[in-house]
């Protein structure tokens, strides 16, 4: 085939490619009403209002498509009206951190795009938007243009007014959405909640549009005093790229605590320089639903998990981000919470005996027979120091608190930059080994966590978040037993392959 008719294949080829993907993006708005009458009703309600049947147990609230508000958008910052492949992208990803599913398995390309065209009758928009985005010449990430996009990022409050100086949200005033919502800013340490990726692109056009139905506003708006240049847009966006605490993301694959073994005393402080060194597991939190007052609308997401032991002594650390330090009967802190305000809390659950298969006592604490520990710190108010309680579980009808001292349970926490940071301490052993457990090296002990904001819709009691059972391990100590009985093995079978040469090269007798 000739050169001229090879460009004119390809060029048949890639007309006739965009001409395909070209008759799949226009959407019937009948068809999509079906789909939608079958699959979006239940939470964005049959008139597209966001008054489904589930909107009262989502957080954050179902989609208003009749405000016209759409969150995620790549049109200018001045016309509300999205654009077509905004909205199809949501419907196909979903909104990582909400209750909105992407539809990419259950629903062919067309569907989706015919779901568009319906989904935005509900505003009435007839036309595309008439400005798009302007991102100019994108700068690529560097230390310089991180560093310039920290400064603008502190400079005047811009930023850290917020989402805080560590870009995790930690709150310095109440934020409401345009319905009177409850709303939190971003925590940009995990960019896998971001709700339109991570990718300093995307993170550069929610800088640009904002963010409608809340106070996230536009910084090329040239009305306000905190606009921002193209260019200086971009070097926050790669500033933003860059707070993203990978250590803290979800490893399905990690189940397991390993619990280091240290020589002398352990840490007694979450800012003991020696946890940088051990390995953090990072679980998923979901809202309590399983029994007494059920809970559906958590803040808080992810909890870390450090340890370490010695002779004598076991020391977990505690870590998860939480927006709000909440303090009763602080009044900086009531302002900030909702009413009625609580300690912020977390616990430990652990079985009193340690399973020798792969059985394990029912994880909403415990049950009859098969009875849990759980150490339950609670951050104290204004009045009252924090606490450290024990509980002896069979279940949520039979509890028995008991005296933590006794045991030798202690903890201590801090909080900084939207961050608690809870070490626990207990001996390895304790006099109580039918209700207490007796700490094993080298077994896989089962181990549990829940956590509680405070200034939450008041979390307290049953309304938290909680995780199912994961594992800690203490790692046994590596000496030199191991070395001798493999230099030992080593030596046999060196002596046997010498026997074995020596016999092999023998001569025969006569």
Not at 158 to 180: F, N, P
Not at 408 to 433: C, E, F, N, Q
Not at 438 to 459: H, L, M, R, Y
Request: with cysteine.
């Amino acid at each position: 085939m000739s050169s001229v008719n090879k460009i004119a294949l390809l060029a048949f080829c890639t007309a006739l490619f965009m001409a395909g993907s070209a008759a799949a993006k226009p959407g019937t708005a009948a068809k999509g009403k079906e789909i939608y009458d079958k699959r979006c009703t239940w939470c964005h309600g049959a008139e597209g209002d966001g008054g489904g049947a589930a909107k009262d147990r989502l957080n954050p609230p179902p989609r208003d498509f009749t405000s016209g508000n759409y969150k995620i958008r790549s049109s200018d910052f001045a016309d509300p009206t999205p654009n077509d492949d905004d909205v199809f992208r949501m419907i196909r990803d979903g909104m990582p951190g909400t209750a909105m599913p992407g539809w990419s398995d259950l629903l062919a390309e067309q569907d989706m795009w015919d779901l568009v065209a319906y989904v935005k009758s509900f505003a009435k928009y007839e036309k595309p938007p008439a400005k798009q985005v302007e991102y100019g010449t994108q700068i690529a990430s560097s230390a310089e243009s991180i560093e310039k996009g920290k400064k603008l990022f502190e400079d005047g409050d811009r930023c850290v007014e917020c989402h805080g100086k560590t870009g995790k949200g930690s709150a310095s005033k109440r934020l409401k959405g345009d319905a009177g919502e409850r709303t939190w800013p971003r925590n940009l340490t995990k960019p896998w909640t971001f709700r339109g990726s991570n990718d300093p692109k995307d993170i550069y056009t929610r800088i640009s549009t904002g963010i409608a139905g809340t106070e996230m506003p536009s910084f090329a708006d040239p009305k306000s005093k905190k606009k921002l240049t193209d260019e200086e847009r971009w070097h926050v966006a790669n500033y933003v790229a860059s707070l993203a605490k990978t250590d803290k993301k979800v490893n399905a694959e990690n189940t397991v605590i390993k619990a280091d073994m240290v020589e002398g005393e352990l840490p007694n402080t979450p800012e003991d320089e020696r946890w940088e060194k051990t390995t953090p597991t990072t679980f998923y939190t979901v809202p309590q639903i399983i029994g007494g007052e059920r809970y559906f609308t958590p803040s808080n997401d992810t909890i870390t998990v450090r340890a370490m032991y010695n002779n004598k002594m076991v020391a977990m650390l505690l870590e998860w981000d939480d927006r709000t330090k909440s303090i009763p009967g602080d009044d900086n802190a009531e302002k900030l919470a909702d009413a009625p305000i609580a300690e912020d809390g977390v616990a430990v659950q652990l079985p009193v005996v340690i399973p020798h298969e792969m059985k394990k006592p029912y994880f909403g604490m415990g049950d009859a027979a098969n009875p849990v520990n759980i150490w339950h710190w609670k951050s104290g108010t204004k009045d009252a120091a924090e606490t450290i309680n024990l509980l002896s579980s069979k279940g949520f009808k039979e509890i028995e608190k008991r005296d933590a001292a006794g045991v030798g349970l202690k903890a201590k926490a801090i909080y900084s930059d939207g961050t608690w940071k809870v070490i626990m301490t207990r001996p390895l052993t304790t006099s109580a080994a039918d209700k207490d457990i007796q700490f094993v090296e080298g077994k896989f002990i089962p181990v549990a966590f829940a956590a509680w904001d405070g200034s939450n819709n008041g979390e307290k009691g049953s309304k938290h978040t909680m995780t199912t059972w994961y594992w800690l391990l203490l790692k046994p100590a590596t000496g030199s037993k191991p070395l001798i009985t493999a230099l030992a093995i080593a030596g046999l079978f060196l002596g046997g392959l010498l026997w074995w040469a020596r016999s092999a090269t023998k001569k025969p007798a006569a």
